[in-house]
Nanobody, 115 residues
Framework: QVQLVESGGGLVQAGESLRLSCAASPSSASFNTMAWHRQAPGKDRVYVAAITTDDLTNIDDSVKGRFAISRDNAKNTMYLQIDSLKPEDSAVYYC?????????WGQGTQVTVSS
């Protein structure tokens, strides 16, 4: 069964860093493209970053310079490193993977940034 489980969220202060993880099963290497999206309260879910099996990455311009995406297929895990957190980064962060031409998503992990 294909499954994605996010972790690493929490309550942090502005300026701090977090690393979110996305554990993929049966294997992250089976997903050509993986991505992070986020959804703030009362807003639509938006794209954050993506990575391919060749480690090609794309970061949305709105967070470029503070966010970094990576994957470790040996650990079946994708990561989102978030530095210099801002209150506006508060959201539920979702991990996604392109599988058989459709996207599957995890349940999300909450990130809350206090000012």
């Amino acid at each position: 069964q294909v499954q994605l489980v996010e972790s690493g969220g929490g309550l942090v202060q502005a300026g701090e860093s977090l690393r979110l993880s996305c554990a993929a099963s049966p294997s992250s290497a089976s997903f050509n493209t993986m991505a992070w999206h986020r959804q703030a309260p009362g807003k639509d879910r938006v794209y954050v970053a993506a990575i391919t099996t060749d480690d090609l990455t794309n970061i949305d311009d709105s967070v470029k310079g503070r966010f970094a995406i990576s994957r470790d297929n040996a650990k079946n895990t994708m990561y989102l490193q978030i530095d210099s957190l801002k209150p506006e980064d508060s959201a539920v962060y979702y991990c996604g993977a392109l599988h058989n031409d459709h996207w599957i998503w995890g349940q999300g992990t909450q990130v809350t940034v206090s000012s």
